[in-house]
């Protein structure tokens, strides 16, 4: 429980590490960082008793139970560390590169301190790379020497999210980091985050303070990115008030209070992913979800725009019940970044645009999971749906929600109407349900869907929206809806991997739009429909 060697190896004017403090609330959060210092290995943390209990991994966790890896245990390091990323300088503790590799929050089975102590402790991880149950075993209570008595065995229990070695090595399959979406090599190369007390600069040692702004890590342009993102470090006009030309006040009001993450981040964001997010909202009436002190605070679901709403924000009539009604709808950059401005967390669209707002484009099929729904189950989930839609004759792309659940995304001629795509929606999750009434329900009620996944065929009704692609949650983590193509969708890809800071990364990274295609792909109704009718007849 103590910090006093952590303390005593550390100059905390020369290293980018927290000095830190024991935490005066015990949480239960855990890091693994992977650290290219003397030998690359894995650090592993688990928040315990105010601190965070940490091992040196030599060769990483694993996802096969029969693969045990050795972890010494080293000392305790401050909460403060798992959310530490950057390098520390040459000659200090641990001189070298340190990777935020994952992080999340770990659930004991049993009594953790007892357990602890006694050597034998067994938890549940919710990472972003790493979940289910997992172990700790102490192996060196007889060893004769101290250092030896610090060995202990980390290794993954047989559950659902287990994996043998011949599928593959979460290690290689997941290398990036889960705060930045950077490389080891590219952390080791950003001289922005090289904390030292000294800093090269031309050949010259020059004095250089820490830097520890969180501003989201905008990509560099890349000539293999489909489409290009033109995104850089705008700077913000304090005098007018303005980013990108748009007006955007009160920058540094924290939305994200867990990560910090300001409106000024937003916008940043919003402004690197435009160019792949716009073709799927442009033109489309819009529904947010806006949260103007942050996401933590009062949120609310804005389906009409407010007096006041800025003008690079269009507006559009659309014919309700008994009147007229006007809805927003985003077309450009300038656009999205006012949807910052006024603090929009979430962007949910129509499924048809505006010039044809009777006859829906996309059909989507939501799948929302139970919470005790395994993710493999999930993926296994929308991998049937896909191929069951192909059987009737129509392809589908897939996205994250940025919660817990995927969007199957299907486009379509623009020939049928609101009650046609609905109803046969419908009937394809009726059939689905009819033939795995264990594993899937119709039924929105929450009583009813305990192990099961709901398939939300109500998306596809007038007047129904669902999450964007790319737009941001209003959750923890400041997470992202995110497009994958088929070969992506995997264990190792949860619906709540991506956020603000690592999905403009990975955009920079692609070689092709995860999603290339959809625009041109026109897909008609009459033949699916025709086969539906036929197999509900029999």
């Not at 075993?137 to 070695?165: P, V």
Request: with cysteine; hydrophobic share 35%; charged share 30%.
């Amino acid at each position: 429980m103590s910090l006093k060697e952590y303390t005593r190896k550390r100059h905390f004017h020369r290293t980018p590490e927290p000095a830190g403090k024991k935490a005066a609330k015990e949480g239960r959060s855990f890091v693994v960082q992977k650290h290219d210092a003397t030998h690359l290995h894995y650090d592993f943390r688990l928040e315990l008793e105010g601190v965070l209990k940490s091992w040196a991994v030599p060769k990483g966790p694993s996802l096969d139970p029969t693969v045990k890896r050795l972890a010494m245990h080293v000392e305790d390091h401050p909460v403060d560390y798992g959310s530490f990323e950057g390098v520390i300088p040459e000659g200090e503790y641990g001189g070298g590169t340190v990777m935020l590799w994952d992080r999340g929050q770990w659930d004991p089975v049993g009594n953790p301190h007892e357990d602890y102590r006694s050597g034998r402790l067994k938890f549940i991880l919710h990472g972003k790379k790493l979940h289910g149950r997992w172990m700790l075993i102490r192996t060196g209570d007889r060893a004769e020497n101290a250092r030896d008595k610090r060995q202990w065995l980390l290794f993954k229990e047989r559950d659902e999210e287990a994996a043998s070695a011949d599928d593959g090595d979460v290690l290689e399959e997941m290398p990036l980091s889960v705060s930045t979406g950077r490389s080891m090599d590219e952390i080791a190369e950003d001289r922005d985050w090289v904390w030292g007390a000294k800093a090269q600069s031309n050949g010259k040692h020059k004095p250089s303070r820490p830097r520890r702004s969180r501003a989201v890590k905008l990509p560099q342009v890349s000539s293999k990115s489909r489409p290009t993102s033109k995104a850089s470090a705008i700077a913000y006009d304090e005098k007018k008030e303005q980013f990108a030309g748009v007006r955007l006040t009160h920058p540094h009001k924290i939305l994200y209070p867990e990560q910090g993450f300001t409106k000024l981040d937003l916008a940043r964001y919003y402004s690197a992913v435009a160019e792949w997010m716009l073709p799927h909202i442009a033109n489309r009436p819009l529904v947010l979800v806006r949260c103007p002190e942050g996401r933590a605070k009062a949120c609310f679901y804005q389906k009409h725009p407010a007096a006041g709403t800025p003008d690079t924000i269009r507006q559009i009539r659309v014919r309700e019940e008994k009147k007229t009604e006007p809805y927003a709808v985003v077309d450009n950059v300038a656009g999205l970044i006012s949807l910052a401005q006024i603090g929009a967390l979430e962007v949910h669209a129509w499924g048809s645009r505006a010039d044809k707002l009777e006859q829906p484009d996309r059909l989507i099929f939501d799948l929302d999971p139970d919470t005790s729904v395994a993710w493999k189950v999930v993926v296994q989930s929308a991998r049937q749906v896909r191929q069951f839609l192909q059987e009737l004759g129509l392809e589908s792309f897939v996205k994250t929600t940025g919660g817990k659940g995927l969007h199957l995304v299907a486009p379509i001629e623009r020939r049928h109407n609101w009650d046609e795509a609905k109803a046969f929606c419908k009937s394809v999750a009726d059939l689905i349900v009819q033939a795995d009434p264990l594993h899937y329900t119709t039924n929105m009620s929450k009583a009813a869907r305990p192990g099961k996944i709901f398939i939300d065929y109500l998306r596809n009704g007038r007047g129904a929206t669902a999450i964007v692609p790319y737009s941001t949650r209003a959750r923890p983590g400041a997470t992202v809806s995110a497009p994958l193509t088929w070969s992506e969708l995997s264990l190792r890809t949860s619906s709540d991997r991506f956020t603000i800071e690592n999905m403009p990364r990975r955009l920079a990274s692609l070689k092709n739009d995860p999603w290339e295609g959809i625009a041109s792909l026109r897909q008609s109704l009459a033949a699916p429909m025709r086969k539906m009718l036929t197999l509900s007849e029999t």
